[in-house]
């Protein structure tokens, strides 16, 4: 472990209860031990104890702050190195000036992520683990949290393993093959190993299958609502939210911006987009508004379109039906609780769903989030269980390896060249390799640990 030693406040800026300040590498201790007063001498401290005392300047004798200090030393540390905490008051001077008095007794400022990188280096987690840390911190739904818990606990690298040492075993033979081929040793029928490539293959296909539902859980997806002007839309988004987020009133073009919320589907972190209501108007602001309804129409996963029951019809709800054809779409027939005189529109809809509901009384809500979960997971209902790839980093690669396992298939089948199926197996275990990190190069894990915050 030829590594210098690292420092960075680890708790968000801001005034909070408590702030801390983490070190790591060789001359933690040292440097702890030279800044701090308790009443235990910390440099004979046990390890993963915590000591009372107060941070000094070592010069001027000026006391800082009055801290707890967590001992850890090498090797059973979140690093692997000798890791120091101080748990400190959360005022940004305080931190600051701990922070700075680490370095002036030798600490480097920690890049993002290089305490995590370190536990990688140092060979505690592996990479699809250490990309897992930052999908727990930034979770946005408990379901998605689950899954970034799983791959943490290694779930993932352990299916990861199984089919590379499942490839391994085929080259093996083939390998042995290509070099005992006249010592009369009982080698694998061909047949055998194009099952065993068929199965590989089907193990990789699932994953990247996962990885559709994978993403979704974890980046979330979009719905914006649509509508012409009064229909309800930002009834709708403060139903759904639970909040008075945006202004409702009885004029119609009410809304202008875009208002965009988070709420949770089914475990699905789902962006929800109110928009200005879309018709013609001479109204500049109002234009610019419904220039970016459209637009925001363009790019939403799903679109979620509002209709009055208690008018009949309008050409601009025509406009936006006729716009809906080919996207995934639920249509809400909002102000059921006032008299329907809106004309038949399931001929006009033909295959999307269709919900009654009532912003104004909350009613019909669950069903119309049931309705954008059904269209969002297409009938996949156990989202969630058992191991999920949501990394797009992941993705490439599985691809990548089950391409060279279908290479691997159709060289077999066609001209048996052992030596080129060799290739190929090789090829695929080298993409297998980058997810857990056994064959990354430098320029990737740069990528990986520079979307850490600075302190993990
Ligand atoms: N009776 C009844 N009135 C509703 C319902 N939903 C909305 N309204 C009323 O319809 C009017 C328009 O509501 P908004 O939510 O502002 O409609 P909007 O579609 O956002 O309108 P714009 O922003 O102008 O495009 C308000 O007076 C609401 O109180 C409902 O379910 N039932
Ligand atoms: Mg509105």
Not at 212 to 234: D, T
Request: glycine residues 8%.
């Amino acid at each position: 472990m030829l590594y210098d030693t690292i420092t960075a406040i680890s708790t968000p800026m801001g005034e909070g209860g408590i702030g801390i300040i983490r070190l790591s590498g060789p001359m933690s201790m040292n440097i702890i031990s030279r800044i701090f007063r308790g009443k235990t001498d910390i440099l004979s401290a046990k390890s993963h104890t915590i000591h009372y005392g107060k941070i000094f300047h070592p010069e001027t004798l000026q006391i800082i702050d009055t801290v707890l200090v967590s001992i850890m030393r090498s090797p059973y540390t979140y690093t692997c190195e000798d890791v120091v905490e101080i748990n400190a008051h959360s005022g940004s001077i305080v931190l600051q000036e701990i922070l700075e008095l680490t370095i002036s007794m030798g600490a480097r400022l920690a890049q993002p992520g290089e305490f995590t990188k370190r536990a990688f280096l140092n060979g505690r987690i592996d990479l699809a683990q250490a990309e897992a840390v930052i999908d727990v911190i930034r979770a946005k739904t408990s379901t998605s949290l689950a899954v970034a818990l799983g791959q943490l606990e290694g779930n993932l690298s352990m299916k990861i393993r199984d089919i590379h040492a499942s490839i391994l075993s085929l080259l093996a033979h083939i390998e042995a093959s290509l070099d005992f081929s006249e010592e009369g040793i009982e080698l694998m029928e061909d047949e055998n190993i194009l099952g065993g490539l068929l199965t590989i293959e089907t193990q990789l296909s699932s994953l990247i299958e996962s990885s559709r539902y994978g993403k979704m859980l974890k980046e979330g997806a979009s719905c914006v609502i649509v509508g012409r002007p009064n229909v309800g839309k930002s009834s709708l988004l403060n139903a759904l939210l639970g909040e008075a987020r945006a202004i409702v009133t009885h004029v119609p073009g009410t809304t202008r911006d875009i208002i965009e919320e988070i709420i949770d589907i089914g475990g699905i972190p789902l962006k929800i987009v109110d928009t200005a209501g879309l018709r013609e108007t001479i109204d500049i602001v109002e234009k610019e508004g419904v220039a970016r309804a459209w637009k925001a129409m363009e790019g939403a996963d799903i679109i979620l379109l509002v209709i009055d029951v208690s008018c009949p019809l309008m050409p601009e709800d025509l406009l936006i039906i006729e716009r809906l054809r080919m996207r995934m779409c639920v249509v809400a027939m909002n102000k059921c609780d006032l008299v329907k005189v809106v004309d038949e529109i399931e001929p006009l809809l033909s295959d999307k769903p269709i919900v009654s509901i009532s912003a104004k009384l909350e009613y019909g809500l669950d069903e119309l989030k049931n309705a954008i979960k059904r269209l969002l997971l297409a009938g996949q209902v156990n989202i969630g269980e058992g191991v999920m790839v949501s990394n797009v980093r992941h993705v490439d690669a599985l691809q990548k390896s089950r391409l060279a396992i279908l290479q691997a298939q159709d060289i077999l089948k066609t001209n048996h060249s052992p030596e080129l199926v060799a290739i190929d197996l090789r090829n695929a275990l080298l993409h297998l390799g980058t997810i857990i990190g056994e064959t990354t190069t430098e320029d990737v894990l740069d990528v990986v640990f520079s979307r850490f915050c600075i302190g993990k």
